[in-house]
């Protein structure tokens, strides 16, 4: 069976701060995608990031940056210099096809 | 370019009506996906089409729950005798053969009193 945790449920911190939200994974096809998705308070999903399975090239993108992992089946997702817009539910989720998610993490980031 | 588009975006309703909800997807897309959020949780899988054919349906949908896509663009998700705890929000995302990323549209919130 495919399962995406999210272990943690809420982080709070202050503007400025970097914070890392973690998502481990299961499945047992060889070929897989990986998404991190953002929803902000106005309800609509955003993609982030997408990585495949054959593609463990971590990714820096401005103030995002992404670390997979196959061997311990990871995919965690930091931001640098947290901004109080960064403000949102962050949800990393698996996909064969449909998207399996997990229960998201919700970030505060305070001024 | 068009983003993923769902109308209601609100929906507020008795027990036992029934609801249509319709999602308009990238125009290149053939892929049309419907989920379900309830609050605290991530969305979870209803159902999914690729052009007009509907491919896969989860145990969540139940016999009440019915999803047309008959041209293979637009596409209507249909909840009967609505209970409440049918009450989500109900979200749509389409993709492209060959290309995995799924895009969202804002939703529609239901409310079942």
């Known amino acids: 069976a495919q399962k995406v945790t999210q272990a943690q449920t809420e982080i709070s911190v202050v503007e400025k701060e970097d914070v890392t939200l973690d998502c481990v994974y299961e499945?047992?096809?060889?070929?897989?995608?990986l998404f991190w998705y953002k929803q902000p308070p106005s309800g609509e999903l955003v993609f982030l990031i997408r990585?495949?399975?054959?593609?463990?090239q971590n990714e820096i993108s401005g103030r995002y940056s992404w670390n997979f992992q196959k061997s311990t089946s990871s995919f965690n997702f930091t931001i640098t210099a947290s901004q109080v817009v960064d403000s949102a539910v962050y949800f990393c989720?698996?996909?064969?096809?449909?998207?399996?998610f997990g229960q998201g993490t919700t970030l505060q980031v305070k001024p | 370019d068009t983003g993923v588009s769902q109308n209601p975006r609100h929906k507020i309703t008795k027990r036992g009506q029934n609801v249509t909800f319709r999602c308009d997807p990238i125009s290149e897309h053939n892929r049309l996906y419907w989920y379900r959020q309830t609050l605290g949780q991530g969305p979870e899988f209803l159902t999914y089409f690729q052009n007009e054919a509907q491919l896969e349906k989860s145990r969540l949908l139940s016999d009440r729950f019915s999803a047309e896509r008959p041209k293979g663009s637009f596409s209507t998700l249909e909840i009967q005798r609505t209970e409440q705890g049918d009450s989500a929000m109900y979200l749509c995302?389409?993709?492209?053969?060959?290309?995995?990323?799924?895009?969202f549209g804002p939703g529609t919130r239901l409310l079942v009193l």
């Open positions: 990585r495949n399975s054959f593609d463990e």
């Open positions: 989720a698996l996909s064969g096809g449909k998207l399996i």
């Open positions: 499945t047992r096809d060889t070929t897989y995608y």
């Open positions: 995302a389409s993709s492209s053969t060959g290309r995995e990323t799924q895009y």
